[in-house]
């Protein structure tokens, strides 16, 4: 009898270890995402799912820009044997509990795009991956200091000849990590390089197109021929201000696709309509917000994690054991197609 129990015990651990390794064979990532009508999350995305690895199933939550609604997603996934959970936080106040939450049933988290407060990523197997925001806010600055050191003072863009640029920002979100740091370090920038600023308003549009549309349509009126820059912390808060400026015929279309517009505005991403944008003459410039390197990032530590694999050997630089950023580049007229050419 007691052999029998011995032999039992044993068939027991072979099937076990072998449905352990099958299981292993098959991964299943849960994504979330804050919001599924964001032009660069969508973007973001499509590309985590062309650089999904193989073998990998997937289930993805689209919280609609609710925490509450991403809590209940959580819960709801959190019970099915997934390997991993790919999160896109609504509110990054909210991290510290999705994690304890995951550590529970020892589900390895990586957070992207809104980066959680350093007390959500104590735990070994929690990561960040996104942009590096500082990097984005500063080129913004270098790229119209470019055009202004060129053409200040006494260009068409220092409307009255006063060597100080009169300065709009629309901000993404308030308190998102991203926003903050464009915001600051746009205009810190511009100091360092020894421009005089005057922020005549700096309005929060979260992120959104309409929202910046209405924007536009109060600070002109309020702000009108003073306007010489705006700096916006994405692509689509800066379309929705040139939508209202096109409508009331102070921007127009281009065809020399040269920049020609009453004061300059640029952006943050390189989506695909910014960069059609900066085509059209609209947009004078972005700074990528490297979509294709951080899905890439994201996915191939993915993959590292739910091969066990050490982190040693990933081929992007982790900052003390918990952060991947990805810095972008400046994209004007004069380099615009590469960029498009890879859209």
């Known amino acids: 009898m007691k052999n029998k129990m011995v032999s ?3 068939i027991l651990v072979i099937i076990l270890v072998s449905f352990s390794s099958c299981a292993k064979k098959n991964p299943k990532i849960a994504f ?51 390997d991993l959970f790919v999160i896109n936080a609504v509110d990054r106040l909210a991290c510290s509990s999705i994690v304890e939450k995951c550590a529970q049933k ?20 929690v990561f960040y991956v996104g ?25 068409k ?20 990590q991203d926003a903050e740091k464009r915001t600051d370090n746009c205009v810190s920038r511009l100091k360092e390089l020894e421009f005089r600023v005057n922020v005549l308003s700096i309005e929060v549009d979260d992120w959104k197109r309409q929202d910046a549309y209405e924007t536009m349509k109060l600070l002109y009126r309020q702000f009108g021929n ?17 939508d209202y400026l096109l409508e009331r015929r102070i921007f127009h279309e281009n065809s020399k696709k040269e920049y020609n517009q009453p004061f300059v505005i640029v952006g943050v991403d390189g989506t695909l309509v910014g960069l059609e944008a900066i085509d059209r003459g609209l947009l004078y410039g972005t700074v990528n917000n490297d979509s294709l ?13 739910i091969e066990n694999k050490s982190l040693d050997d990933l081929p992007y630089a982790v900052i003390n054991d918990h952060y991947i950023y990805i810095d972008g ?3 004007t007229h004069s380099n615009l197609q590469e960029y498009i050419n890879n859209k």
């Open 106 to 125: 020892r589900i390895p988290v990586i957070f992207f795009n809104r980066e959680p407060l350093e007390d959500a990523l104590k735990e070994s197997n």
């Open 329 to 331: 580049d400046i994209i």
């Open 8 to 10: 039992m015990l044993n």
């Open 131 to 155: 942009a590096a925001a500082d990097s984005l806010g500063e080129k913004q600055a270098n790229m119209v200091a470019e055009l202004f050191t060129n053409n200040f003072p006494n260009s």
């Open 32 to 82: 979330f995402l804050y919001d599924g009508s964001d032009t660069f999350i969508i973007e973001l995305w499509n590309n985590m799912v062309d650089k999904m690895p193989a073998g990998v199933s997937f289930e993805v939550r689209d919280a609609g820009n609710s925490q509450v609604v991403q809590n209940q997603q959580i819960v709801e996934l959190i019970d099915r044997s997934f």
């Open 157 to 176: 863009y220092d409307k009255n000849n006063d060597g100080i640029i009169q300065l709009i920002i629309l901000k993404g979100e308030q308190g998102h």
């Open 226 to 242: 003073k306007i010489e820059l705006v700096f916006s912390n994405n692509d689509d808060m800066a379309l929705g201000a040139i």
């Open 293 to 305: 390197k951080q899905a890439d990032a994201t996915m191939t530590l993915a993959k590292y994690i």
